[in-house]
């Protein structure tokens, strides 16, 4: 195993116990501890306090600090979990680096946890102190690196929430690269006739943010364009795009996946691609588009159907999930066909209506008083859908709530079915090594508390990327993203905790096993070797325990430190200085 | 063994889940056998079978291993490598003379004091039975 | 910018924590208030979140230390909102700190007063199932970790003044009122539950094993009142059949209401896989009325429920649940809606009443003190719910979270995320309108 390098000085250890008022001390016998902590290899000093992380305990490790040359500090008394920064930060003070410092609980592992047993709980707290002793004997100075933050964002799509996140972005100051893989911007925006709750017509929203935008001077926007290669990190993204099959190379500090998602074609389902009045939600969008005119020369809608669920929530992946907008699309053209057809005959074939919230469940029983009527049927009687003579369409649905079988006979069939990923993300995920969930969109790195981010520093998604959401959330999401994103630019660099791994190439053999294991890509192999990427290493230490060759080295976790700690937890005979290092 | 034989015990907890659940443990008072004592890394990932071997080797008569549910390691995958390497030292463990059952596994969240003060209360109470590491009389007769 | 610009955030929540820590990421300086002694709002309640089966506070307490112990962020805690003037850019605010009567440097959080103190009161955090003492923490990981003085309910024994060995506690603390000049201010308040008390018909109250959602999430809780053990809460014997009754005040219902909180059908679902992983003997039943899992990994989460866990989904509304005066158990009666019949749940151990979440009554008084709109439901009215989603109706101004309008808590992050890239964004044209740079 790799050794790490004895520290040069040798170590002097001030060792402060506390009493926490009653609450070590009331169990503990500290001054025992005091007096044996003294007998211990490398203990310069050791002293009692009532409060170690009072005002004046602090200040007496300052003191003790100076008064007796001290070069490493053990505090035995709670949890490093609340109070190691507060210590680290009055060693620092005293001039002590503060990954020289060790936190021993006798609180919440040892008094707190044997309160009828304190003459045990006494031998457990020296057990302990003497484990951070031996520990703190193994500690090395740790600087923590910093890695500058380019302030260029690469926004990948150019739909509404790349336009929305990059006009954050602009607005806030830094610079845009806006990449569109279509000859246009909009996305999915550009085939949608009016949008809930309010109604608006879509392209009028759109041309207003494709303006600002396009007139933004920190945003440069390039359409017909893709991303071949991401490399780099953090702070230090090198891009390489194709527009019109021309390569163009430029740097980025962070970069946001805005790639949106397509719908899904339910080919073979309902006869949609055996009639021609069998539509789907967007082709319906399209058709509603043209207007009422153009509308009435396609057909005059005196029986329309609707399906909900075509082609979701499926027993298996990648289909499995709900699409959560289908139903409230449903409701709002529904409204629209039976507002411009007020003789109209309009039903919605449900499962569950997912009308969530409080516009849209608004909506949905304004829809109803409308007269829209809604069928619920179940998932496992769908209905069927036969053609008639008159090129009309029979749609037999069973009425689960009614327990009978309606025919309908209608001019129009549309059937609403899920967003899905698309077809460019796999590669997009290869390109920046960031994973796509069963449900094919893009992961984040926390479902409940990051779910703008990725496990991988400095990449974002928003949107639809991210999953099926309506435009009110997709733009929350991308302005969310400018925040996540804007962090590490508006600070233009990003600091690394020293708890990251080395690899000593003298003993790397290139296996790569390192490279497989981490989730967060920090390891890359270059001329056969693995270098770790300190601004993505997490610390987290699996590549360390996997190397066969002990090639890797964990930072403030080392082998060393650890095995000091299991050779000093129980001892039967008088503790041995810890043994010189045989490289 | 006339007198009562007290198991030496040591605890690997990561630093997000098991720890926390130690902690909290604390906080609520609970109570458990003063037989163990806790080395602290980031992730169950960072137990190496070499630590968890060394621990034998220094006569220590149980290994308890701690992490994160799974699903829920703070670094994503770190403590699937820990499973599969306690898996791989219980297969070890009785080519050295020791019982697999020496060595346990458990994920332990922040929140489950109670259980951490459950298991170690158990595991304790399991290796008092098994007796004392067969490792220990050999390094006292080396000594 | 000669100075730091400041920034206040309203309500210590996860939507407030996460804006917090955007910006204070981002070299603002951050005031959070918070009403309550801890930050930490209602998933610090919560035992778990779904659809990962996280444990709550697990994930949320290590985001509560990163507050307290962050330079850019001062916490100010058991305190209001007092009055604004001013407009984006440059905000005067007053707030007003309540008295803990404890001195936050000196106090450690050991205890040593509660264990002494002879007042008992029901515990707001425990949903007022359990008690704390009239000096007390209301959850073990509060932050900041301080003791609080209830005056109320406090009989100035001064027993905890002597037992504390710290010399923290101090009576002669006064209410203290906090000046700020701040560039925008951030809204993220959160909801109530609403009190099912009304619906007779549900015996919420009277029928002791009859409990809110909330209630329940602190009852099985290991934290909670019984240390998270499955017990039926009017004897403490064993449950054997749990039922959950979705849209209880919610939905066009008589009483409550009228919106969809989004959110129930999912807790239900997670609370049903907390008994059945607990006790999987014990048989579960939600009642519902659209099952609503639209969100990332909902529907499987709930086929998993269905199918893994055997929780039986029912889809009605049920009339009535009724309480066997001698054995406390319950039966509800309901109309299954797929098959057209009158049937009951006989033996019913524990029903929870997935009640309404409202906002909460103090967002009018918000409202009032900031000039800001509400929306006839109570919630924070935003300039448009599509393109500005967490602007409010007065610039510089910012709503986020289930204060705005019912969401779950990664949109709640998102949203809280949003208003702080709405506040930077904004604070940036100020900036540079100040400077004289064209934006």
């Not at chain 3, 206040?8 to 929540?13: A, E, F, H, N, S």
């Amino acid at each position: 195993m790799i050794m790490e390098q004895q520290p040069k000085e040798k170590a002097r250890i001030g060792v402060f116990i506390c009493h926490c008022g009653i609450n070590i001390g009331g169990v503990v016998n500290v001054p025992h501890v005091v007096k044996y902590v003294k007998t211990l290899p490398n203990v310069t000093y050791a002293e009692d306090n009532m409060y170690t992380c009072s005002a004046e305990g602090i200040d007496k490790i300052k003191a003790a600090i100076k008064e007796h040359n001290l070069n490493r500090v053990v505090v035995a008394s709670c949890t490093p979990r609340t109070h190691e920064p507060l210590f680290r930060g009055a060693c620092a003070d005293a001039g002590v680096n503060p990954y020289l410092f060790e936190l021993a609980n006798i609180r919440e592992h040892c008094s707190w946890v044997h309160m009828r047993e304190p003459e045990k709980a006494t031998e457990k707290a020296k057990d302990i102190v003497r484990m951070a002793v031996a520990r703190a004997s193994f500690l090395k100075a740790q600087e923590e690196s910093e890695v500058a933050v380019d302030p260029t964002a690469l926004v990948i799509g150019g739909g509404i929430s790349g336009l929305t996140s990059a006009l954050c972005l602009a607005n806030q100051g830094f610079k845009v690269y806006l990449v569109e893989k279509e000859p246009e911007l909009g996305g999915m925006l550009r085939k949608i006739f009016k949008l809930y709750p309010t109604n608006e017509e879509a392209q009028r929203i759109l041309e207003a943010s494709i303006n600002t935008v396009m007139s933004h001077k920190n945003i440069n926007t390039l359409t017909n364009t893709s991303i071949k290669s991401v490399d780099g990190y953090i702070g230090n993204f090198e891009v390489t795009a194709l527009k019109d099959s021309e390569e163009k190379k430029f740097k980025a500090g962070t970069v946001i996946i805005a790639t949106g998602a397509v719908e899904f074609k339910p080919v073979g389902l309902f006869g949609y691609d055996k009639y021609d009045k069998v539509l789907t939600q967007v082709d319906l969008e399209r058709v509603l588009q043209t207007g009422k005119s153009a509308m009435n020369k396609f057909f005059k809608p005196q029986r329309v159907a609707m399906i909900q669920c075509v082609g979701a929530r499926e027993e298996k992946p990648p289909r499995a999930y709900c699409s959560r907008i289908c139903c409230m699309v449903a409701v709002k053209n529904a409204m629209l066909i039976k507002e411009w057809y007020p003789d109209s005959a309009v039903y919605i074939l449900y499962q569950d209506m997912q009308t969530y919230g409080k516009d849209y469940e608004d909506l949905h029983r304004k829809a109803r008083d409308a007269g829209i009527i809604f069928i619920n049927y179940a998932k496992q009687t769908p209905p069927e859908v036969m053609p008639l003579p008159d090129n009309r369409l029979r749609l037999t649905v069973y009425h689960a709530l009614l327990g009978e079988k309606r025919d309908l006979d209608c001019d129009l069939i549309v059937l609403s079915t899920p967003l899905v990923q698309q077809e460019t993300a796999e590669e997009l995920s290869k390109i920046l090594k960031v994973p796509l969930g069963q449900d094919k969109f893009f992961l984040e790195a926390h479902v409940k508390l990051r779910p703008v981010d990725f496990a991988t520093d400095g990449i974002y998604v928003c949107g639809t990327a991210h999953g099926p959401k309506d435009i009110g959330e997709s733009i929350s999401q991308a302005y969310a993203v400018s925040s996540r994103a804007g962090g590490p630019m508006a600070n233009r660099k990003v600091r690394t905790e020293a708890i990251t791994a080395v690899v000593d190439p003298d003993r790397c053999v290139g296996c790569r096993m390192c490279e497989k294991l981490c989730p967060f890509g920090a390891h890359r192999i270059e001329e056969g070797k693995s270098t770790v990427i300190d601004a993505l290493c997490k610390g987290c230490g699996v590549c360390a325990a996997a190397c066969l060759r002990r090639a890797i080295t964990m930072r403030h976790f080392t082998d060393d430190q650890i095995m000091a700690e299991v050779k000093t937890a129980f001892l039967t005979e008088a503790p041995k200085p810890p043994k010189a290092p045989t490289v | 063994m006339t007198e009562q034989f007290e198991p030496r015990i040591l605890g690997f907890l990561c630093n997000w889940c098991s720890y926390a659940g130690a902690d909290l443990a604390g906080v609520s008072r609970m109570s458990y056998p003063t037989n163990i004592r806790i080395i602290r890394t980031m992730c169950s990932g960072r137990v190496d079978p070499l630590h968890v071997l060394e621990a034998f080797r220094q006569g220590i008569d149980g290994v308890l291993v701690t992490g994160c549910h799974i699903g829920d390691c703070h670094y994503i995958t770190g403590n699937h490598a820990c499973e599969k390497r306690v898996k791989f030292l219980k297969e070890v463990l009785p080519q050295i003379g020791l019982e697999p059952e020496r060595l346990r596994l458990e994920w332990v969240s922040a929140s489950e004091g109670g259980k951490f003060a459950k298991v170690v209360k158990e595991f304790i109470e399991e290796v008092k039975k098994l007796g004392a590491s067969p490792l220990r009389k050999e390094l006292q007769e080396s000594v | 910018m000669s100075e730091k610009t400041s920034i206040l955030v309203i309500g210590g929540g996860i939507a407030g924590i996460q804006a917090s820590l955007d910006l204070a990421g981002r070299g603002f300086q951050v005031y959070l208030l918070e009403e309550t002694p801890t930050i930490g709002g209602r998933m610090a309640q919560l035992d778990k979140t779904f659809p990962t089966m996280d444990c709550s506070i697990c994930i949320l307490a290590p985001k509560m230390m990163e507050c307290f112990r962050h330079s850019n962020i001062k916490l100010l805690t058991y305190g209001e909102l007092k009055e604004i003037k001013g407009s984006v850019g440059n905000f005067h605010v007053k707030i007003l700190q309540k008295p803990r009567y404890v001195d936050q440097t000196k106090c450690t959080g050991c205890g040593a007063c509660a264990e002494h103190c002879p007042i008992e009161v029901p515990n707001e955090f425990d949903m007022e199932l359990g008690m704390r003492k009239a000096i007390y923490m209301p959850m073990p990981q509060a932050v900041p970790r301080c003791m609080t003085v209830d005056k109320e309910n406090c009989i100035e024994c001064k027993l905890c003044t002597k037992m504390c060995q710290a010399g923290a506690v101090d009576f002669q603390q006064q209410p203290q009122e906090v000046d700020l000049n701040v560039g925008v201010v951030i809204i993220a308040t959160g909801f109530n539950q609403y009190d099912p008390s009304e619906i007779v018909e549900y015996g919420y109250k009277k029928q002791r094993n009859v409990l809110t959602a909330l209630e329940f999430e602190r009852w099985v809780c290991a934290s909670g009142p019984v240390g998270g053990h499955l017990l039926r809460p009017a004897d403490g014997g064993i449950p054997k059949k749990i039922a959950f009754i979705q849209c209880v005040g919610s939905r066009g219902s008589k009483f409550g209401a009228p919106f969809c909180s989004s959110v129930c059908c999912m807790y239900a679902t997670k609370e049903a896989l907390i008994i059945r992983e607990h006790a999987p003997d014990v048989s579960v039943y939600i009642f519902y009325n659209e099952l609503r899992a639209f969100g990332k990994g909902f529907q499987e989460f709930v086929n998993r429920a269905r199918e893994d866990y055997g929780v039986n989904y029912i889809r009605s509304r049920p009339g009535e649940i009724r309480e066997d005066p001698k054995t406390k158990s319950l039966t509800i009666w309901y109309d299954d809606t797929f098959t057209r019949e009158i049937k009951s749940l006989c033996d019913v151990d524990l029903v929870v009443l997935c009640a309404a979440l409202i906002p909460r009554e103090s967002n009018k008084k918000l409202a009032e003190i900031t000039g800001i709109e509400l929306d006839e439901c109570g919630f924070f009215k935003v300039t448009h719910p599509l393109m500005a989603p967490v602007d409010s109706t007065v610039p510089g101004i910012y709503v986020c979270g289930y204060c705005q309008s019912p969401k779950d808590i990664p949109d709640s992050v998102a949203q809280a995320s949003a208003a702080a890239a709405r506040a930077a964004e904004a604070l940036a044209l100020v900036q540079a309108q100040r400077t004289g740079d064209g934006a």
